[in-house]
């Protein structure tokens, strides 16, 4: 495909729907054997045609032209623990102020320290937004283009979940359990991420090493 037949469509607001779908919410495929996880293909139609199940001929102009998708997964699934954080985040900032009402030591502080967190936060919004809209805008999704916003993002929810711990810390509240789902979050978003990069693109693993691979296989099927 030459994209230069049609630079119109490489960067289109057509594709952004399919994108957000793909790289937020496109599932994975589960398997009896390790690595148990499998990464799907990105589907080419548009996310209502998909979550209904449909390929209709006179709804077509619905999927955008040229648009391909290689294997995907949304980061719902590969990466809970930062949407575990922004919501966290959001929670956190609302149960400041009342906080800080009641302890002026605790507000002094809370107020030394938030401009540069807000402003640390902000820059990593717009940092996580700036590389991740070109991406929801290219007529080509795959997995490795995520490769450009997690990491950020995965900052910016380390964060997010520090300061709500710690906001719930100096109003007094318990924190066993906030940490308890911030620990299975983060170690799950791992888990899930390392289990669905084992086949990759090529299955290049189970390839190039078929007797490690077996051995696993074997190990993990008892």
Known sequence: MNLNLHKELVFAIWNLPVNLYNYLLRPLRTLSVFPFLKPNWGTTAGPLLTWLGLRLPAVAFLNPRLYYAEQVTGLVYTLPFAAFALVASVLALRRSAPADRESAPAAEVSQAARPSARAIVI????????????????????????????????????????????????????????????????????????????????????????????????????
């Not at 789902?181 to 978003?189: R, V």
Request: proline content about 3%; charged content about 15%.
């Open 123 to 222: 820059a990593l919004m717009l940092g996580s937004l700036l590389t991740f809209f070109p991406i929801l805008l290219f007529v080509v999704a795959t997995t490795r283009y995520l490769a450009d916003v997690v990491p950020t993002l995965a900052i910016l929810a380390s964060l997010d979940a520090w300061q709500w711990v710690d906001l719930r810390q100096r109003s007094g509240d318990s924190v066993r359990w906030l940490l308890f789902l911030i620990w299975l979050a983060a170690l799950a978003s791992v888990g899930v991420s390392l289990l669905a990069a084992v086949t990759g693109y090529d299955m290049r693993f189970e390839h190039l090493n078929p007797e490690l691979f077996d051995r696993i296989v074997r190990f993990f099927a008892w």
